[in-house]
């Protein structure tokens, strides 16, 4: 079910026999149409991942990365077992890195779409474009049913999230679409980590941006959920996923996927 090109090595120890294997895969995957798509889970820090990505070998990035308000200290995340360095410092180190290699591993006319909190989207912005990416003047808006996770002085529940929308070069989308798309989170009992996104949603923004056999990246895949929305499409996906136990999860999830299960 491995992406073989993808199976992080070293890049300096990369040869031609590389660049033929990745032709292989794409033969092999459009002779056999109506197969389930090629996907990896790769368990590593994504600013590693990225720098052994080939270049211009992604057709479409979708992910969540931190959001750098300490979201650990906010309502149902005290309880979890998912801890992270969420501090606004650790988010500005690493996006300038890792918006710096997704241009480079970003084929030309391809979208990214990035979620994050809107307090943080001028810094994203700013290395977003600093990398080449032109990137929305407004962000998408993502209507997720009921109230966020919240601390309980606050008063006001949030009901959307934005999501930045950035392109490499120029490409239309498949269709039509509203900036504001309405699809309701996975029930509270049905999450496997507490950020976890609707498939719907998912699989919306792969039809809009991407063609079948396209390679979807998800540098912060949790529990897999962009991948598996891949395999459900008739793409192929790489998941890069920093905790081990989570990138666990998503693996078992993708296999669910790719089985049909």
Not at 177 to 203: A, I, N, Y
Not at 209 to 231: C, E, P, Q, R
Request: glycine share 4%; with cysteine; aromatic share 8%.
């Amino acid at each position: 079910n491995a992406i073989s090109m993808w199976e992080y090595p070293q890049k300096e120890e990369k040869k031609e026999t590389d660049i033929s294997a990745e032709t292989e895969i794409y033969d092999d995957l459009e002779d056999e149409d109506n197969t389930p798509s090629s996907w990896q889970i790769i368990n590593a820090d994504c600013r590693d991942a990225l720098i052994q990505m080939r270049d211009d070998s992604i057709d479409l990035v979708i992910t969540d990365p931190i959001w750098g308000i300490n979201i650990e200290t906010m309502g149902r995340f005290e309880n979890s077992t998912v801890h992270f360095d969420d501090s606004k410092t650790n988010l500005s180190i690493l996006a300038p890195t890792c918006a710096k290699e997704l241009y480079r591993d970003m084929k030309k006319d391809t979208h990214l779409y990035l979620y994050t909190a809107q307090i943080n989207i001028p810094l994203w912005k700013h290395a977003l474009e600093e990398a080449g990416f032109h990137v929305r003047h407004q962000s998408l808006v993502w209507v997720k049913e009921g109230g966020g996770y919240t601390n309980v002085e606050m008063n006001f529940m949030p009901t959307w999230e934005p999501i930045m929308f950035a392109h490499k070069g120029a490409r239309p989308l498949s269709e039509p679409s509203s900036d504001v798309v309405h699809f309701s989170r996975p029930p509270q009992e049905e999450r496997l980590v507490p950020t976890q996104k609707p498939t719907s949603l998912l699989k919306k923004f792969i039809e809009l941006s991407s063609d079948k056999f396209d390679v979807v990246l998800d540098i912060f895949a949790g529990s897999g959920s962009t991948i598996a929305a891949s395999i459900l499409m008739g793409r192929q996906g790489i998941g890069v996923e920093l905790n081990e136990d989570i990138a666990n999860i998503a693996r078992y999830v993708c296999e669910k996927t790719e089985c049909g299960i």
